[in-house]
């Protein structure tokens, strides 16, 4: 993201809009913001192409796919050699049931938010795909009571 892009007032309510909802129409989305579609849309790509947007997704519901158990993982490492940190972080990235994953400074040395159907299946992939990995040397589990904010 370019540091010299200088964002107004309307740029921010763009930004304010398509992150409520990123399937918003250009011609709802000028509305909104009080502009004609056509320089709504000139902002808009000015903002992909600055980087400010960096992309569209669906927000899936971790329970309408049965995982309605969210599960945040403090996890030390006991290596610090390179080529041992890539391959923990890309086995862990590659789990399904990780859908955030985030290396911190300092302690811990990464989070990683889980979803999972339950208790049960959330030992399972504790046990079988986190605690096996060589350079993980310890993890704390902390079970989300409720989301408050995304």
């Known amino acids: 993201m370019s540091n010299s892009i200088s964002l107004d007032r309307i740029d921010h309510e763009i930004l304010f809009h398509l992150a409520q909802d990123g ?19 000139r902002r808009v790509k000015r903002l992909e192409d600055a980087g400010v947007i960096a992309g569209y997704r669906a927000q899936i519901s971790p329970a309408a796919l049965g995982r309605s158990l969210e599960v945040v993982l403090s996890v030390d490492i006991a290596v610090n050699d390179l080529q041992t940190v890539e391959e923990f972080e890309s086995r862990v990235a590659a789990l399904e049931e990780v859908v955030e994953f985030r290396r911190m400074f300092g302690r811990p040395d990464y989070y990683i938010r889980v979803a999972v159907t339950d208790p049960v299946a959330y030992e399972t992939f504790l046990s079988k795909q986190i605690l096996p990995l060589p350079a993980v040397s310890r993890v704390d589990s902390h ?7 995304d």
């Open 23 to 41: 399937r918003l129409s250009n011609v709802e989305l000028a509305r909104r913001v009080g502009l004609t579609p056509p320089p709504c849309l």
């Open 143 to 149: 079970l989300t009571m409720k989301r408050i904010k």
